[in-house]
């Protein structure tokens, strides 16, 4: 039987890489990697593709979040 892997939780905005993947966006927000797909194919977070890869940028996300920009990305 596989083991899960250890859920990895950030706390602080300063944690998050600038540009996020899928996996790390769906682990943000909580969700799957698909809801994480289909939120950006929708525009519901701005996102931009890579070759076939979606990544979104930590400003584009903090503002989603209603961070506040430090000027410390």
């Not at 194919?41 to 979606?54: E, Q, R």
């Amino acid at each position: 039987m596989r083991e899960r892997a250890h859920r990895k939780y950030v706390t602080d905005w300063g944690q998050v890489p600038v540009v996020v993947d899928l996996g790390y966006l769906a682990m943000l927000l909580g969700c799957s990697r698909e809801n994480a797909r289909k939120l950006c194919v929708s525009n519901a977070i701005p996102a931009f593709k890579v070759g076939d890869m979606w990544r979104v940028n930590k400003r584009e996300l903090m503002k989603l979040c209603g961070e506040e920009e430090t000027g410390d990305l």
